[in-house]
């Protein structure tokens, strides 16, 4: 039977690490990979998860599981993070999951499961992962444009022109902020716009909040989806801790479901229990369990804000000092866009042939359509990445 398994596509993005990891060259620089480094090139255990993981040792007493949902007081204290109130309690239900990628998985699943003739809609560009679990699920997928690779900037009037050919019932895939891959987000003014329209044409959001507490702040970049969340009956919110409190490896994500009133809110957390009980039962619990103790403890949480704040303010830092080394080796402000973009990654709006010349000549390492990760900067690899960019113009 197994002889009749097709060879399947490899991930660009794992392929480009094997292909870094593969390099001799001791000055190398990798930009590909989607994960949070620090100055040294590692990704680090923050302080306030170090002492929670401490303080679980010390007084956990059992390791037997926990509830279908998660454990609840984690559910609790994540959907205060994301929506600090701005949704009744007794409309949402979630589920933890594993990281962000799987509450993505989990939240295509229920909206097939709710409305099986559904297309999703996704921006051009997007999270690759987004596309791929789509269509593994079996939903059809449309895009709507976003990004205009010139101006480095979000195509607003394209954004509105796609989004007005939606139809009733569709899901509409949201970056909550960071946009991954490009770093450009829309203002609240384009959201309220977006918002009227999709509300107008009868859509279904659905919110990626990865990257919350990266960009301009944790209540600044969750603002966004507190206003869908507020506007909409129905919204389906997928999310990641793994960048906030860079637990990667521990897979701790939640999938919150928005429904209309609270008779349907019970329902739909009966469908997230199934989704969990037939995907893997009951899901891992020590990430989660990290996360909400941080989130229960008054001192923890400080500790770990004043943390994710020294994170967040490193990488404007990074991209301020990019922004102006490429001013200065390309003698043109064409990568000013750089410093006004938020959270880990840019799009440099480079060709593939360019970003393969920055990898064969020059050791430096990014995905195809040239998606920088800032975190896999320093202040001293950012002038020889801006003399490099400028050698391949």
Partial sequence: MLEALKAQPQDKILQLIQMFKDDPRTDKIDLGVGVYKDATGLTPVMRAVKAAEKKIWETQDTKTYTALTGEPGYNTAMRKLILAGSVDGARLSSIATPGGTGAVRLGIDLAKMANPGATVWVSKPTWGNHISIIKFVGLPVAEYRYFDAAAGEVDFAAVLEDLGRVKAGDVVLLHGCCHNPTGANLTLEQWKQVIALLKDRGAFPMVDLAYQGFGDGLDQDAEATRLIAS??????????????????????GILISISADAEQAKIAQGNLNFLNRQTYSFPPDHGTRTVMTVLEDASLEADWKAELEETRNGMLSLRAQLAEELRRATNSDRFDFVARHRGMFSLLGLTEAQVTRLRDEFGIYMVSDSRINIAGLNKATVPVLAKAVAAVL
């Fill in 231 to 252: 506007s909409f009956p129905e919204v389906l919110i997928a999310a990641s801790c793994s960048k906030n409190f860079g637990v990667y490896r521990d897979r701790a």
